[in-house]
């Protein structure tokens, strides 16, 4: 029996960082350089401007998808999956920011709030000043975390580009990407899953005595 881990650890492989990004998944990037990292100890000759050209010319992004923390993930399984982890999203807003907009229209609010980030990209504190001018007795950090949870949104560059630094600001994602959503089955995101983190077992057997 021969298992073999197929997350591309025990051995550098030659695979492109956005052929390595789709088959991981997803990468975590809540600290913007940490794709850099995962990148580097698990590709062949990998250079930090590979990424940071899939980043600038949009065909990797950076949002809120799993656990509600920031991943890297392709352009397209963004779109595939964004939908599927709205109900995490939503369930996370409840639990912790709910209070801080009591009495806000919120079908209103996300109207808003997808307005002014597809006016110009926009960190969550700027968008939370902006909201509170009409919604003044709720709290400014919960709007925008309202917008964060609710809305399907990815942080720009220069965030996550090697060598520069920027601020979180935040854009939706169907204008970012120029498409709309386009939910999957559950069952093909869990396929993925497993194909990038199970282990791949093969069996030989004899025909002989035994």
Not at 15 to 23: F, G, V, Y
Not at 78 to 101: E, K, V
Not at 122 to 140: I, V, Y
């Amino acid at each position: 029996m021969t298992g073999v881990l197929s997350q591309y650890l025990l051995e550098r492989t030659p695979a492109r960082a956005i052929n390595a990004i789709e088959h991981l998944g997803a990468m975590q990037s809540q600290a913007p350089l940490a794709p850099y990292l995962g990148l580097w100890t698990r590709l062949q000759d990998f250079a930090p401007d590979e990424l940071s050209a899939l980043t600038e010319e949009r065909q990797v992004v950076r949002l809120h998808l799993m656990r509600t923390t920031v991943h890297l993930v392709s352009a397209r399984d963004c779109l595939d999956w964004r939908a599927l982890f709205y109900p995490l999203h939503a369930a996370g807003f409840s639990a912790h920011f709910r209070r801080g907009t009591g009495g806000v229209d919120r079908n209103a609010l996300l109207r808003q709030a997808k307005r002014l980030r597809e006016e110009q990209p926009r960190t969550r504190a700027e968008l939370g000043t902006l909201l509170a001018e009409r919604c003044p007795h709720a709290d400014p950090s919960a709007l925008a975390y309202a917008a964060a949870y609710h809305i399907a949104l990815c942080q720009v560059p220069p965030r996550g580009i090697w060598g520069t630094n920027g601020p979180a600001a935040w854009a939706p994602v169907e204008r970012w990407l120029g498409a709309p959503l386009r939910p999957v089955p559950v069952d093909a995101l869990v396929l993925r899953y497993l194909g990038a983190f199970a282990r791949r077992v093969s069996r030989t057997s004899s025909c002989g005595p035994g």
